[in-house]
């Protein structure tokens, strides 16, 4: 069964830094693109990053570009996200997400994680 | 830049047929996905490749799509159906995009 354990979110204030992860399991992790969406509370789903399955391509979301990174050890099945200069705007429970196909990406999300939530207060 | 359009909100009585639909130019191009979620809950991926379901959802739910408009179809509608349904495409700049969500209520 596959498993996507969020950590890392909480409470910073506008301007800090947060390190999201996310342990995988049940999977062949190396072997599957990752992704990060998010959802402010009450709101819709918004894409944030990519990353592919060796770790040497990734994508973010023009809102997100400059302030996150995105990054993989597949030795230990993790994902994070790296996130700097956080908004206000930034505040949403952050979902790790896995890639349907394996191998290269389909851009399709095929399993999720429950989240963690990012709030972003003075 | 590109966006994906859906009704905010749909009802249907129950054992009932229902579409909810998405709108976008990306979607000439690109094969539309739909996902399921239920209040508190984490999405479900429902439909991939415009038309294909994910092992373990339910054979009343299907795609289908022509020119920028990409569907969801639940035939005979369950009361455990009431969610919020997102699509999701990409464009031809890569952007990954996300429809803003329809309310679905089964009556």
């Known amino acids: 069964e596959v498993q996507l354990v969020e950590s890392g979110g909480g409470l910073v204030q506008p301007g800090g830094s947060l390190r999201l992860s996310c342990s995988a399991s049940?999977?062949?992790?190396?072997?599957?693109?990752m992704h990060w969406v998010r959802q402010a509370p009450g709101k819709g789903l918004e894409y944030v990053s990519t990353?592919?399955?060796?770790?040497?391509?990734?994508y973010y979301a023009d809102s997100v570009k400059g302030r996150f990174t995105i990054s993989r050890d597949n030795s230990k099945n993790t994902l994070h996200l790296q996130m700097t200069s956080l908004r206000a705007e930034d505040t949403a429970v952050h979902y790790c997400?896995?890639?349907?196909?394996?191998?290269?990406?389909?851009?399709?999300?095929?399993?999720w994680g429950q989240g963690t939530l990012v709030t972003v207060s003075s | 830049s590109s966006e994906l359009a859906q009704d905010p909100a749909v009802s249907v009585a129950l054992g009932q047929t229902v579409r909810i639909t998405c709108q976008g130019d990306s979607l000439r191009t690109y094969y539309a996905s739909w996902y399921q979620q239920k209040p508190g809950q984490a999405p479900v991926l429902v439909i991939y490749a415009k038309n294909k379901r994910p092992s373990g959802i339910p054979d009343r739910f299907s795609g289908s799509g022509s020119g920028n408009t990409a569907s969801l179809t639940i035939t005979g509608a369950q009361a455990e159906d009431e969610a919020d349904f997102y699509c999701n495409s990409r464009d031809s700049s890569g952007a990954v995009l996300f429809g803003g969500g329809t309310k679905l209520a089964v009556l």
């Open positions: 997400v896995k890639d349907r196909r394996y191998g290269d990406s389909s851009w399709e999300f095929d399993q």
């Open positions: 990353i592919n399955n060796n770790g040497d391509s990734t």
């Open positions: 049940g999977f062949t992790f190396s072997s599957y693109t």
